[in-house]
């Protein structure tokens, strides 16, 4: 009696593997058609498109951010060197003036060529502390230059002349500069 009943048992785990084993196969053919099927193919390739757009707005935005704090930087560090520049030295740079005008104001050919000396001193230790982004803000450029080139005529060549209506000239152009910053 016990061997009839076994093999029912027997026959019934056996049917039971038998489906647990179709039921596994069965998945994994299921799992396998699923990624080699063309519905598979269609998915990954939207997947990488939307990932490729992703990645490049996102890369952008990382540009564009850097872009932005860095002009960010620029700006404060420029503004807080001409507030500097304003705050300590207007006073002293005021009186500087003073002395470069009565130099002009002297008669003499040789306080003309300091006044020349000290005008463009002044101007370029500003630009150096401001920082060469300033030039673009300065209207008469072409003047500065022309004074430079009466700066280097004066520092070059010990015989060059110049009268009390030409040193103003490149003086109030130094002034300008000094001005179109906000310096004077």
């Known amino acids: 009696m016990n061997k009839a009943i076994s093999n029912p048992l027997a026959e019934r785990e056996a049917v039971a593997l ?26 990954i390739f939207a997947l990488k498109t939307a990932s490729i757009i992703i990645s490049l707005i996102l890369g952008a935005l990382i ?13 404060k560090k420029s503004i807080s060197q001409v507030k500097k520049t304003v705050s300590f030295n207007k ?11 009565n130099k002009l104001g002297s008669g003499v050919e040789a306080n003309y060529k300091l006044a020349i000396l000290e005008a463009d001193k002044i101007f370029n230790d500003i630009l150096k502390i401001i920082g060469y982004e300033a030039q673009i803000r300065i209207t008469n ?38 001005e179109d910053l906000g310096v004077v």
């Open 91 to 101: 006073r002293r740079i005021e009186r500087k003036w003073l002395k470069i005008e």
């Open 141 to 178: 450029m072409g003047e500065i230059k022309k004074a430079g080139k009466v700066k280097n005529n004066i520092i070059e060549d010990s015989q060059f002349s110049i009268n009390e209506n030409d040193a103003r000239s490149v003086v109030r152009a130094y002034r300008k500069g000094l």
């Open 18 to 43: 038998a489906q647990v084993g179709t039921f596994f196969t069965d998945i994994w053919n299921k799992i396998a058609d699923f990624f080699t099927s063309y519905q598979w193919k269609e998915l």
């Open 63 to 75: 540009v564009l951010l850097l872009i932005k704090i860095n002009i960010k930087a620029r700006m």
